[in-house]
Nanobody
């Protein structure tokens, strides 16, 4: 099994930057791709972006690209979400998730059901 642990959340002000981390442990060789999702209060969980673990090809939700950057450190088995120009509407619980199936990742990477393993989430609050 794979375990995921997020860190780096907190309270920031509009315009600030923040970097979230998601560290994988266990059978990490099973991971094909990892993604970030977020869920704001009263809203559905939404796909932020992801990357393929070995090739590091990144994918973003259209509205996120430019302000958000996803990367990984293969030595640390950690994926990062660098967020800049944060806005109050970015306030949410951010979670990372791991996928083991290339076919589902490419066809349905924005859907929660595509992912086998989830972290516990980390709160990001952006004040105006």
């Amino acid at each position: 099994q794979v375990q995921l642990v997020e860190s780096g959340g907190g309270m920031v002000q509009t315009g600030d930057s923040l970097r979230l981390s998601c560290t994988a442990s266990g059978r990490t060789f099973m991971i094909y791709a990892m993604s970030w999702f977020r869920q704001a209060p009263g809203k559905e969980r939404e796909f932020v972006g992801g990357l393929t673990w070995n090739s590091e090809k990144t994918y973003y939700r259209d509205s996120m690209e430019g302000r958000f950057t996803i990367s990984r450190d293969s030595v640390k088995n950690t994926m990062y979400l660098q967020m800049s120009g944060l806005k109050p509407e970015d306030t949410a619980v951010y979670s990372c998730a791991a996928n083991r199936d290339p076919s589902t990742f490419y066809s349905r990477r924005s859907e929660s059901s595509t992912y086998d393993t989830w972290g516990q989430g980390t709160q990001v609050t952006v004040s105006s």
